[in-house]
């Protein structure tokens, strides 16, 4: 009996390669690249996991795959670029899932922002041009002044990582983001919305049969404005109890607006003076160390409720007793410029400082770091825990700063294309 991921988050694999064991079923993994994911799988019993190589980009590919798949019962896709992919995918082979039209739904920020604004969850709607020619961006700006209003935040539909994120406060911002927009690849289409102020959270959930479990909140502390890169997470933000109670009632109406009725959600919430407002609505568990994070404090290994669900029966965890466990903390590890990454210095000083922080390595030295405004630019994560996520955030945030990430300059290209001496 096989359950197949397709593809994975960054870190997280090992856990679920011990749930799929732990329900008796074999994983089965189907990626472009196995060196992705060479951390998890290096600290993996030998042959724990069947690691099959296909182009996950072409659907017809990973459907031979997936018919070569014995007994298969479930597959998960648990990140954003192959969330539709999955959905299409799981319907072709009669497995449970979600209805495709949702997961399709969250993969369009606008659409969502819009549905909210309709149910009353949110105060404020996206807005987006409706020409496609060469006055839409003209278009964009009018609607987005007219209806939005200053502050407002820029950005792409499909986008993920905090890429393609733009905060206007002002009409000359608004005319640089929309000249950079003009020449980005956008995954979806540029749109508008309020910007909402106040810190950033995101909502760790697990929804079954319409019914919504908060399993804890993250911190999402950011860099200054007007970029939004992520920096540094904690988890579980200890909220007052009547405070986390109304938090999990809202993401229920929040989740069930969008017909979301079953699996992980990760939902990244700006907390205002006004209340709760969403940012986005992630089909999936969290990434970076936030499934990581999930499995200590909470004391069980939730990736099994990601193979139970992929199943297509109740998870475990929706209604268990959790023991619980130490808080966490993790700091993304950004170099202070850009260039071909080489390493990092000062992790043999995390043995003797508290909270057993570690390094989890996202960058292979030779790596190019190109982009440092979003989460493409961290080459790894600083993780530690404490008795609180406040304690575990002065730890975490102690140990990275002992740590160093290395780059050195891009090669400068020689002669005829050739790369200069030394390059």
Partial sequence: MSVVCLESLTFGLGHLVRAADALGERLVLLTRDPAYYAYELDRSPAGAVDVVETDTFDVERVADALHRVPDLRGLISSTDTWTLVGADLTARFGLPGLDAAVLRLTRDKAAVRNRLHDAGLTRGRAVE???????????????????VGLPAILKDTAGTGSQNVWLVRDETELDTALAEAAGRDLKGRLFAEPYFSGPVYSAETLTWAGGTRLLGVSSRLMSPEPHFREEITAFPVAFPEARRASLERWLGQVLAAIGYTDRFAHVEFVLTADGPEVVEINPRIGGALVGEGLCRALGVNVYEAMIEAALGRRPGLMDADLPGGPA?????GYPAAPGVFTGVAGLDRLADMP????WYPVKQPG?????LDDSRGYAGIVYAEAETAELATHRAVAAANAVRVRTEPFPVPGPAGREASGG
Avoid: M, N, Q
């Fill in 129 to 147: 041009p409706t020409d496609t020619g060469t006055e839409a961006g003209t278009g964009l700006r009018e609607l987005l002044l007219k209806e």
């Fill in 328 to 332: 966490v903390a993790f700091v993304l």
């Fill in 355 to 358: 909270g057993s922080p570690a």
């Fill in 367 to 371: 790596d190019r770091i190109e982009h």
